[in-house]
Structure formats: structure tokens, C-alpha cells
């Protein structure tokens, strides 16, 4: 395995947190790795290209990138009670003739919203930067907006309102957690490669989670200025027991996801194992 690695992630908490102690050279035996830090959307062009050794992707990209890439069962964000939300500044019941901004076309919090909203009448989308689409939806730029990350705390402080918790609804049609986002590995470092990144990768989290601390400057260096107590509660949400092994059931909640948005003719079906 060629050193250094680039080690491709958002600046967001969960993803600084988790990946702190690796890129700071504290696990004894890691490759060493040069980290890139990108919005999730760029992270899903950087692997669709072939850029990135390990990188942070959106699982609804994933039925593309596995030719190239090895799903790790360790790094990634999947839970309950984090799923993405639809926004708007006023009283709206549906969003007939609305113009929705998301945060790429990439990525789940868009699948999910694809899947939610076949019958909505939805008249337009506008990409943009996930933390320009709350400014953009309470300017009335646009009708209503598609939110990810730290987003889920702060809108209020916008005056905006929750019209549909898409994660919630996931959770109540299938009982399943809420796959967001992956870590993947190129395929080339084989099996046993593969195996010892995902090592260093629970080590980092487990690290963190002993003395989370040792992250917090590296954190909030990163994370775009947010209030302590956000940040807390954005690392407390988004970094569990999944993230240290998928499992069972977190692939269980992958698959179906995936499998759905197949059915639906939103992304090529699996081929293969996720495993």
C-alpha cells in the first residue's frame, strides 16, 4: 500500500471527529494519509472520478462507485433521528409549484426526497451549497429547502419551519435506520488492505469517543465557526455505534434504501455484495 493515502472527508464535526486521531498520526502501525476536505456533493465527484484512496461518500451514489470502491463497514453516518428535512419559511401543506434547493443530486438527503416527493408537484430544484440553502429559503429565494448536517439545529434561528422529517419517515415506513453517508476504499488494496483500514478507521472513532477532547480544536478549526453546543450535538447525533461496525442491520437499511430507488428507476440496481 503506497503511502501517503488521500483520505477524502467533509470539514463537517462528525466527519473531523471520527478521522482526527488518524490524520494526527496517534494510531500506532496507520498508513500514514493526507486529508482533503470537500462538501459531501464534490466528495461524490471526487470518487465517481477515481480521485480519492478513502473517501466519504453519499450511500445513494454507491451503486456507481462499487466497481472502483470497497464499502468499509467503519467511518460512515447511518442512525435514527438524523435524517434530512424540508424546510420553508411559511405555512405550506405540499410543495405543488414549489422551487426546492438541495444540496446536490448525488446525494441521499435527494434520493430520500425523490422518494418521498413522487406525488408533491414539486416545479423545480436548485442546487446550491448545503449552508447557502437556509439563507436562500427564508430570503424567498426559493419556496422551500433540503437540509443536512448541522442544518437540523439551526433552523429555527432562521424562522424557518419543518414540513416532513425525512428520516422519521423513513423510519416509520421500514423500520430501518437512516443510511446517509459512506466510507470507501479502492478495491485495489485487496482484501486484507481493506480489512486493516477499517481497523485504523474504528480505532480513530474509538479514540475520539475515550477522549473526545483531544479533537475539539481540530473540530471547531473546521467546522465553519458553529457554537460549541451544536457542534456537540452534531458529533452526539451523527457518530454512534454504527459508525464504529455497520452490522446487521445497518446493511440491512442500505440495501433497502438502495433497493428501492432501483425499483423506482433513481439509481442502477446493486450488483454484488455490500459485504
Not at 493515502?5 to 498508513?31: K, R
Not at 470502491?69 to 442512525?79: K, R
Not at 424546510?87 to 405550506?92: H, Y
Not at 447525533?237 to 445497518?250: H, I
Amino acid at each position: 500500500m503506497k503511502e501517503p493515502l488521500e483520505l477524502a472527508f467533509s470539514p463537517c464535526p462528525n466527519d473531523t471527529f471520527i478521522f482526527h486521531a488518524w490524520v494526527d498520526g496517534m494510531i500506532l502501525g496507520a498508513p500514514r494519509v493526507v486529508p482533503a476536505y470537500a462538501d459531501i456533493d464534490v466528495l461524490n465527484g471526487w470518487a465517481a472520478a477515481g480521485r480519492s484512496d478513502l473517501v466519504k461518500v453519499s450511500y445513494a451514489a454507491l451503486p456507481e462507485l462499487l466497481g472502483e470502491y470497497a464499502l468499509l463497514p467503519t467511518g460512515g453516518a447511518l442512525g435514527r433521528g438524523c435524517g434530512p428535512l424540508v424546510v420553508t419559511a411559511g405555512e405550506r401543506g405540499s410543495l405543488s409549484g414549489a422551487t426546492v434547493a438541495i444540496p446536490g443530486k448525488r446525494t441521499t438527503a435527494y434520493l430520500l426526497f425523490r422518494l418521498w416527493a413522487k406525488d408533491q408537484g414539486v416545479a423545480s430544484i436548485e442546487v446550491m451549497p448545503f449552508d447557502k440553502i437556509m439563507p436562500a429559503v427564508a430570503a424567498g429565494t426559493v419556496d422551500a429547502g433540503l437540509i443536512i448536517h448541522e442544518s437540523r439545529f439551526t433552523y429555527p434561528s432562521y424562522g424557518l419551519g419543518e414540513l416532513v422529517d425525512l428520516g422519521d419517515w423513513w423510519e416509520r415506513d421500514t423500520g430501518l435506520p437512516i443510511p446517509l453517508g459512506a466510507i470507501l476504499a479502492r478495491r485495489s488494496f485487496g482484501y486484507d488492505g481493506i480489512t486493516r483500514l477499517s481497523m485504523v478507521i474504528r480505532e480513530s472513532v474509538e479514540r475520539a469517543w475515550v477522549d473526545p477532547e483531544a479533537s475539539r480544536s481540530y473540530v471547531l478549526e473546521h467546522s465553519q465557526e458553529m457554537a460549541h453546543e451544536v457542534v456537540d450535538q452534531h458529533i452526539a447525533l451523527y457518530v454512534n455505534a454504527f459508525t464504529a461496525d455497520l452490522g446487521d442491520e445497518g446493511h440491512a437499511a442500505v440495501k433497502a434504501l438502495l433497493d428501492r430507488a432501483a425499483a423506482a428507476g433513481l439509481t442502477p440496481p446493486l450488483s454484488g455484495s455490500l459485504r
